[in-house]
């Protein structure tokens, strides 16, 4: 116990160990981060105290609402969102139109790892209408965060006329375990945009949504685009994400074509195929001159073999 609390002054990590053991002294410790003269450190605290599960801490982070220091502000809103309080939240979204510094990078970050307690109040509003910056941020981080609440905005966003946005609203949706969704996806794997085609696919393989295979398998022998090429790479990864059989054939046909990076992911997901009908579309891989495919190639000819 003494030599935790002693690493604890002067070490952020071994503190919130303290507080695990002794809530008190780590309290009061504590309370000298958030007063110290160095400001990285005060930051770094108040980032972090709202992951030690103690109310006690709410009004020591509520002071620091008020710092002059924008940065550590800003991290005490996002603490006190894990102790499940929200009187930071003007203030993160105040944070969130700042584009021109370096809190913009760190209003990003914050976003990304909003507590579920800040998700409405801060981000809610920005997915309204188009604030700009703000609204793109939010789009980003409800996907990051997976918030399925938030999916009637995005769906909102996908009849934006501005194809930045509709492409941040197809990547967010890829990101949310919504399937559903997909109906709303469909429609832009025919746009004339490579941008929005691209992201409907992604999305798609993300969503895992089997019922958009045959479509893709198509796209993958007959896209017409001038970007097809890229386009195909994508749409190979999309069908290997969806993780049905009747994205076999076609992937396996493709696999002499593919770039190293996408014919590891296809090998692998050949391997978890169990179909000798597809060894002959491996073993080519078996004399490749990059070591991976050779090693990927062995694995996956002894699984769709049958042998261990």
């Not at 076999?248 to 990076?261: E, I, S």
Request: some cysteine; hydrophobic content about 45%; aromatic content about 8%.
């Amino acid at each position: 116990h003494d030599v935790i609390e002693r690493y604890a002054e002067n070490n952020l990590c071994m503190l919130m160990v303290l507080a695990e053991v002794d809530e008190e002294r780590a309290r009061e410790i504590a309370a000298g981060y958030l007063k110290s003269e160095d400001v990285r450190k005060k930051r770094t605290a108040a980032a972090n105290l709202g992951r030690i599960d103690d109310s006690a801490y709410i009004p020591y982070l509520v002071n620091l609402l008020d710092d002059k220091d924008k940065e550590t502000a800003c991290y005490a809103a996002y603490s006190l969102g894990f102790l499940g309080d929200t009187s930071g939240a003007q203030l993160l979204r105040e944070a969130a139109y700042d584009t021109q510094t370096n809190d913009d990078y760190n209003s990003r970050v914050l976003f990304d790892k909003l507590p579920a307690a800040l998700i409405e109040p801060v981000i809610y509003p920005f997915l309204t209408t188009d604030f700009g910056q703000p609204t793109r941020t939010s789009i980003e981080a409800v996907g990051i965060l997976a918030d399925t609440p938030a999916v009637p905005y995005l769906i909102g966003f996908l009849k934006d006329t501005d194809t930045a946005m509709q492409r941040l609203a197809l990547e967010a949706l890829g990101r949310i375990d919504a399937p559903s969704t997909s109906e709303y996806v469909y429609p832009f794997l025919e746009s004339d945009y490579y941008q929005l085609k691209e992201a409907a696919i992604k999305a798609l393989g993300r969503m895992g949504d089997t019922s958009a295979v045959e479509r893709l398998n198509l796209m993958l022998f007959w896209e017409p685009s001038a970007e097809g090429l890229m386009i195909r790479h994508t749409i190979m990864e999309a069908l290997a994400m969806t993780g049905s059989r009747k994205a076999l054939p076609a992937l396996a046909a493709t696999l002499d074509n593919a770039d190293p990076y996408l014919a590891l992911k296809i090998l692998d997901y050949l391997t978890r195929a169990a179909d000798t009908a597809y060894v002959p579309y491996v073993e080519p891989f078996l004399a490749d001159t990059l070591a991976p495919l050779r090693i990927r190639a062995a694995a996956a000819v002894l699984a769709l073999s049958g042998n261990n």
